[in-house]
């Protein structure tokens, strides 16, 4: 018996990086998994490896910073698998074209970034919720940022959605408390997926002395994995951690340890 049989899963930005490896340990634990995405030969690949685990999967290509791909994603979880019992808002965008101060910064760039980083969760918690309350429960969880915590140069827009999406998650864990539905986020630091190998590869760097030129700012010495941050994310979804909402889970390797810590990426987590 998987720990998420007869659970419904909502997976954001669910084909890769974090979100694949969250997609695909829910589905070894027996759930059963939408995996959210507008790539859709990754999202496909993802569900197709779900063939042999316990749990099944549905991919919905769909763009998580708009109210009807949001609305789309949930409909067709809903039809497909009867309800939701467990959102992971994982997407998150971080373009490398981003990287400027806030007066350099194009309007239509910090409008992507907050909408789908940020409005995402408000949109997907909006149409998740009324199916957790009539299940009697949820569980909702994001991944935030350490850059939502502290923060580097360049980096308005993400850091900023970072900081709403704890925010929010506070917000959404009293308002909907007394529906039985916790709500909780991740910190993850630099972990390596492909939104930070694209960002060094945009920087001309090479991408394994970039990874391990990011692991040194680490505590730990390394960078982290997408399976790393997957692993708290089942424990937060999960009955063992029953008695937690409102709280994030700094998934770091010490970073957030050193105090002023930001010398090289940041927290990519796509």
Not at 111 to 121: H, P, T
Not at 126 to 148: E, F, L, N, T
Not at 226 to 243: M, T
Request: glycine share 14%.
């Amino acid at each position: 018996m998987g720990q998420f049989d007869n659970k419904t899963v909502i997976v954001t930005g669910g084909a890769l990086g974090i979100g694949g490896a969250a997609s695909l340990a829910f589905a070894r634990e027996g759930g059963s998994v939408t995996v959210m995405d507008v790539n859709t030969l990754a999202g496909a690949a993802t569900v197709a490896k779900m063939a042999g685990l316990p749990g099944r999967g549905l991919f919905v290509e769909a763009d998580a910073g708009t109210s009807e791909g949001c609305r789309k994603t949930v409909d067709a979880t809903v039809e497909a698998f009867g309800g939701v019992d467990i959102l992971f808002n994982n997407v998150g965008i971080q373009p490398a074209a981003s990287y400027m101060n806030a007066v350099d910064l194009p309007e239509e760039m910090w409008d992507r970034i907050i909408d789908v980083n940020l409005k995402s969760r408000f949109l997907m918690a909006k149409y998740c919720i009324p199916h957790m309350r009539r299940a009697g429960g949820g569980v909702i969880i994001s991944s935030a940022s350490v850059q939502g915590l502290q923060s580097m140069p360049g980096v308005s827009a993400y850091a900023a959605s970072k900081g709403g999406d704890l925010s929010l998650m506070r917000q959404l864990s009293l308002d909907f408390a007394a529906d039985n539905i916790r709500v909780l986020a991740v910190n993850p630091g630099t972990i390596e997926t492909p939104m930070v190998k694209a960002a060094a590869e945009a920087a001309g760097e090479d991408i394994g002395q970039a990874l391990k030129s990011y692991g040194k700012d680490h505590p730990l010495g390394r960078v982290g994995q997408p399976e790393e941050i997957a692993e708290v994310v089942l424990f937060l979804a999960s009955d063992r951690a029953s008695f937690m909402t409102g709280e994030s889970v700094t998934v770091d390797g010490g970073m957030m340890a050193k105090g002023a810590w930001a010398g090289g990426a940041g927290a990519d987590i796509d």
